[in-house]
């Protein structure tokens, strides 16, 4: 079956643009999950969606950033007013309940 | 604090060669515990995961991982590693009451020599 999807693959954008970067999980999986990975770094927690709770958004760097997820599908974060310090990879994962987490290719987002 | 270590960032193996990547743990409850792979330029893969039982566990592409609760350890292993292992290795660990959230390591990056 399809597996996690995320779009665009790479996005270059101006310093202080908005920027929207988009998940489509595994269908089925009630649990979706963001994080960086910035240059030769591990992954940093961004936020998580279980079910139809509340995200937890403890991970998320700054209120410049933020996500939702539609109908428990697709999900889309937003960063606005883009920094330099914003260029990483955003990774999408989700999962069923049991903490494996599958995850997308990424988003390379280049801030210039 | 819930933490997970990967002490060395690089090795450095020559392809055939074994291969032992670290993954030292802190976590109060009885963890799950995985591996992933991340090749360049592409999304994680998991590798294999333990939840129970059977403490040696095995993944795919012909690795293994043995969870040592004493040591709070889970180091992947690898009899003969191939050109094509050159990657980077994340080791992750969670559990059903951290609301399945992962913690992760910051990573290794395998260098295969040929």
């Known amino acids: 079956g399809a597996g996690v999807s995320q779009s665009p693959s790479n996005k270059v954008t101006e310093k202080g643009k908005d920027v929207e970067l988009r998940c489509d999980p595994i269908s089925g999986h009630t649990a979706l999950y963001w994080y960086r990975q910035s240059l030769g770094q591990g992954l940093e927690f961004l936020i998580y969606f279980q079910g139809n709770s509340a995200p937890d958004k403890s991970g998320l760097p700054s209120d410049r950033f933020s996500a939702e997820r539609t109908g428990g599908s697709v999900s889309t974060l937003t960063i606005q007013r883009t920094q330099q310090e914003d260029s990483a990879v955003y990774l999408c994962a989700s999962s069923l309940r049991t903490t494996e987490q599958y995850f997308g290719p990424g988003t390379r987002l280049t801030v210039t | 604090a819930q933490s997970v270590t990967q002490p060395d960032i690089h090795i450095t193996v020559s392809e055939g060669a074994s291969l032992e990547l670290r993954c030292n743990y802190s976590y109060g409850a009885t963890p799950y515990l995985f591996w992933y792979v991340q090749s360049p330029g592409q999304g994680l893969q998991l590798l294999l995961k333990?939840?129970?039982?059977d403490t040696l566990v095995q993944g795919i592409k012909g690795f293994e991982a043995e969870f040592k609760r004493s040591q709070s350890s889970f180091n992947l292993r690898k009899p003969s590693v191939h050109w094509s292992d050159a990657a980077e290795y994340f080791c992750a660990v969670g559990a059903m009451d951290s609301n399945y959230q992962l913690i992760w390591g910051a990573g290794t990056k395998l260098i295969i020599k040929p």
């Open positions: 333990y939840f129970s039982g």
